[in-house]
């Protein structure tokens, strides 16, 4: 069964910062990189549990991928099918903050 992918206010937001960051230097690499965290994201429809869980949190249901140097960090809802992308977190800040309804 394909999960459905919901990206959070926040998580939309983190990844339109961090392009518009990039583009200062190069737009053609803020585009691709972009694309780059959106194609590893769409990767959880079919493999959900793709990534680790969240070492800060040791909670079962968030997990994250690595796409350097940015952490995607998501939800795993499995009764409803979903994986609901939470932040786009720079590995080298610290510990993301998590707005969890």
Not at 5 to 10: G, K, P
């Amino acid at each position: 069964m394909a999960y459905r992918i919901v990206w959070s206010r926040t998580s939309q937001r983190d990844l339109r910062d961090l392009v518009r960051f990039i583009s200062k230097d190069s737009p053609q690499r803020a585009e691709l990189f972009g694309y780059r965290i959106i194609a590893r994201v769409e990767m959880l429809q079919e493999q959900p549990r793709l990534g680790r869980v969240v070492p800060e949190f040791k909670h079962p249901d968030f997990h994250e991928v690595i796409v350097s140097p940015y952490r995607v960090i998501y939800r795993i809802k499995d009764g409803s099918g979903l994986v609901e992308v939470i932040r786009v977190w720079h590995a080298a800040r610290d510990t993301p903050e998590l707005e969890i309804e």
